[in-house]
């Protein structure tokens, strides 16, 4: 009996009956090592370039100064001001922690921050409920505590979600590419990239293993944290018409779970509905008046980012457009290697990202479609494809956590 206990609680049950082993030492060794590794590199990488380089500030921006408030600041960074804290907290984190502070906010013609879904946020308010750390700084610690507490989430999950249907290298790769990727930093900034990558996978580890009404609450959750939660239906829908050869009659009340993301997208606007008086106010704070974001076909926006190539911005206009081939890529050739509600979710998410007019941030976007990161694993499998990929990941990671903890744009 003993044995059998140990067996269970050392192993995951796929749907066909497999018997996947995870233990403690997988833990440890495949998902623990490479986590605290990659955070411990990261964060020597961004203090010895906030002591070395001091580089000039092209305009004014912000940081947490040495009384542990946020002031604006021109000119240089301090680099002993709170480090360690405002390595993490550039651009949009000002955003998240200004609606953990002091709820949504809408003024008409400007950039507001009701363009963020509210799940991060709130999470940081529960988190400084339970840790009340006083002054900016505190809250900022709050939330890189959720974002590194939710990333240690994600990575357990994915690594479970690969086992079921691969061996224990290759989950091993996917969580160690996760870990190296070359925006991986924003997984531990104060971003919410970490808690949604966390929330989908385990929202599909719940699906595969035929745990519905979980599966439905995380996806409900994903919903209302980033935009392309909502997406989560498609391939869970999908997912559960296939455990059933697809067969109507086999439908069971445990199908209203699926609803869920999208009651959980339509309640946040009816509560932006009641607070501002409008049921546009996202659209007209990130598409048309605040980011300059407007549907377009994602060719369209492919092709339209060409002219980036050359220009001012051309290092990153010419990153973002490679990086986005990469990802069509990737989505393409997971239709071919991976289960069928996976290509779903990679090709949608694809298409969702790159449908807004403009290529900005698809680095980061890209980060948390976990089936990218699966294909990069299967093709791992090479050790060539493997070395080239940790040695020009690991430095364009290091490259883009120094120049996001000096107020740089990366994605």
């Not at 599966?215 to 919903?223: I, M, P, Q, V």
């Not at 018409?241 to 779970?257: G, N, T």
């Not at 946040?268 to 607070?275: A, G, K």
């Not at 299967?378 to 120094?402: C, D, T, Y």
Request: glycine fraction near 6%.
């Amino acid at each position: 009996m003993g044995n059998q206990q140990m067996l269970a609680s050392d192993s995951e049950m796929t749907e066909t009956g497999n018997v996947q082993p995870f233990g403690r030492r997988c833990l440890l060794y495949d998902v623990f090592a490479p986590f605290a590794a990659s955070r411990v590199a990261l964060i020597v990488i961004a203090w010895l370039g906030l002591h070395l380089l001091q580089i000039p500030l092209k305009d004014a921006k912000w940081e947490v100064e040495a009384d542990g408030n946020v002031h604006r600041v021109a000119g240089h960074l301090s680099p002993n001001a709170h480090p360690f804290v405002n390595m993490w907290a550039r651009w949009d984190s000002g955003w998240y922690l200004d609606i953990a502070q002091h709820g949504y906010s809408f003024v008409p013609g400007k950039q507001s921050n009701v363009a963020f879904l509210p799940l991060y946020p709130d999470l940081i308010r529960l988190v400084h409920f339970v840790f009340p750390l006083s002054r900016d700084v505190g809250w900022l610690d709050d939330g890189i505590i959720l974002s590194n507490l939710a990333l240690l989430v994600a990575l357990i999950y994915l690594y479970r979600l690969v086992r079921l249907d691969y061996e224990r290298r290759t989950a091993a790769r996917a969580v160690l590419y996760v870990c190296v990727f070359p925006t991986t930093l924003f997984l531990s900034a104060v971003y919410s990239e970490s808690l949604f990558l966390a929330l989908v996978v385990a929202a599909f580890y719940y699906a595969r293993t035929a745990r519905w009404f979980v599966a439905g609450l995380l996806a409900a959750a994903a919903a209302v944290c980033r935009p392309p939660g909502i997406l989560l239906v498609l391939p869970l829908v999908f997912e559960y018409m296939s455990q059933r050869q697809f067969q109507w009659r086999r439908i069971k009340p445990d199908s209203l779970a699926l609803s869920f993301p999208l009651l959980a997208l339509v309640g946040h606007l009816v509560f932006l509905r009641l607070r501002f008086g409008e049921w546009d106010v996202i659209e007209r704070a990130q598409l048309n008046q605040g980011w300059k974001r407007t549907f377009t076909l994602p060719w369209n926006t492919v092709f339209g980012s060409f002219h980036d190539i050359g220009s001012l911005r051309g290092f990153h206009g010419s990153f973002e457009v490679l990086f986005t081939i990469a990802l069509f890529g990737l989505a393409i050739f997971s239709c071919f290697r991976l289960p069928r509600s996976y290509a779903i979710y990679a090709v949608v998410s694809v298409l969702f990202i790159t449908s807004w007019g403009t290529l900005l941030s698809t680095p980061r976007f890209g980060l948390v479609i976990f089936p990218i990161v699966m294909v990069l694993a299967l093709l791992g499998e090479n050790k060539l494809f493997h070395r080239s990929f940790l040695a020009v990941s690991m430095l364009l990671a290091a490259i883009s956590m120094v120049v996001f903890s000096e107020w740089g744009w990366v994605a």
